[in-house]
């Protein structure tokens, strides 16, 4: 039976250190990615079964970086390795392509089965996870997310440009820059520029 394929991405060097002493013997083990953008390089490249994923990343969070990677045609199983037991946060994960949830704290034998779970097509989310989504996480995942558009946009928002600063900055019309800005608040179900910002915050959207 063929060794299941792995990447990981995690910017702690240290807890990226245990888990590939860890995972090593388990799994062929392709090497470890320290921000979104290695990540990315590295998936397209080497085309892992399984790919762990820290949300919380430099230069590209996980989310973003998991994005790209959908967009560019990979079908590498993605588990999101995290700190946070956070219903958003998991919905956001399923949503942008997913298939498991796994915390931090997690005992490493939980870790080895969750990679062979999600390898053979099944979701897994761990039990210490206790802040679940009202909605089922296939909802989730259906649900549109926003466009890289929207988040350049957000970005400039949460910087404090105005819209007409934005839509300079990125050579298009004040009203566009104004629909986009709405169509976010509508598909993150939030009513102000300040809860589109914090929400946008704790799903990893902007930094």
């Not at 994923?53 to 989310?63: E, Y």
């Not at 996480?137 to 404090?160: C, D, F, N, W, Y």
């Amino acid at each position: 039976m063929n060794r299941i394929r792995l990447l990981l991405a995690d910017d702690h060097v240290m807890f990226a250190q245990g888990l590939e002493s860890l995972l090593c013997e388990e799994f062929d083990l392709l090497g470890t990615a320290r921000n979104g953008e290695e990540l990315v390089e590295a998936t397209l490249r080497l085309q892992p079964d399984v790919i762990l994923v820290d949300i919380s990343m430099p230069v590209l969070n996980g989310f973003d970086a998991v994005r790209r990677i959908r967009e560019a045609g990979s079908e590498g199983k993605i588990i999101f390795l995290t700190m946070h037991d956070d219903a958003t946060l998991l919905a956001e994960a399923f949503r942008c392509g997913g298939s498991g949830y796994i915390l931090k704290q997690a005992a490493g034998e939980e870790l080895v089965n969750a990679i062979r779970e999600v390898a053979q097509g099944r979701n897994y989310v761990s039990p210490l996870v206790t802040n679940l989504p009202e909605e089922p996480l296939m909802v989730h995942a259906q649900k549109t997310t926003i466009t890289p558009r929207h988040r350049e946009v957000l970005e400039l928002i949460s910087r404090g440009f105005t819209m007409k600063e934005i839509a300079a900055r990125l050579n298009i019309s004040t009203r566009t820059a104004e629909s986009h800005k709405y169509e976010m608040m509508q598909t993150l179900g939030v009513e102000t520029t300040a809860e589109l910002i914090t929400y946008s915050l704790r799903l990893g959207l902007i930094s």
